[in-house]
């Protein structure tokens, strides 16, 4: 199945020529590897960090992201159970019906 842009990631586009950090934090993280390596080339000369920031968008296409939300969700979804019974941080409460 061929990648296709979208929207989102047409805009990024726009955005990394003005400040080319920016859509590699949105796309990969503002603490990733991926963002400080952006940054530092962006230090270096304006192309690396745009050619960089290009590479980024192309690679980790918004429909990847949204198909990485949707399997997180499904995980939750199924670790959880249908039930209302909540664990948080060990202590285990469940809701009355009734």
């Given at each position: 199945?061929?990648?296709?842009?979208?929207?989102?990631?047409?805009?990024l586009?726009?955005?990394?020529?003005?400040?080319p950090?920016?859509?590699?934090?949105?796309?990969?993280?503002?603490?990733?590897?991926?963002?400080?390596?952006?940054i530092?080339?962006?230090?270096?000369?304006?192309?690396?960090?745009?050619?960089?920031?290009?590479y980024?968008?192309?690679?980790?296409?918004?429909?990847?992201?949204?198909?990485?939300?949707?399997?997180?969700?499904?995980?939750?979804?199924?670790?959880?159970?249908?039930?209302?019974?909540?664990?948080?941080?060990?202590?285990?409460?469940?809701?009355?019906?009734?």
């Amino acid at each position: 199945m061929a990648k296709r842009n979208t929207c989102w990631d047409l805009f990024l586009i726009v955005l990394s020529i003005v400040l080319p950090p920016v859509p590699v934090a949105f796309k990969r993280g503002f603490c990733s590897a991926d963002f400080l390596i952006n940054i530092a080339l962006c230090i270096l000369g304006f192309l690396p960090g745009l050619i960089h920031a290009w590479y980024i968008i192309a690679k980790y296409p918004q429909d990847a992201d949204i198909d990485d939300i949707e399997a997180h969700r499904s995980l939750l979804a199924n670790e959880h159970g249908h039930g209302h019974s909540h664990n948080y941080h060990g202590h285990s409460h469940s809701q009355n019906q009734g």
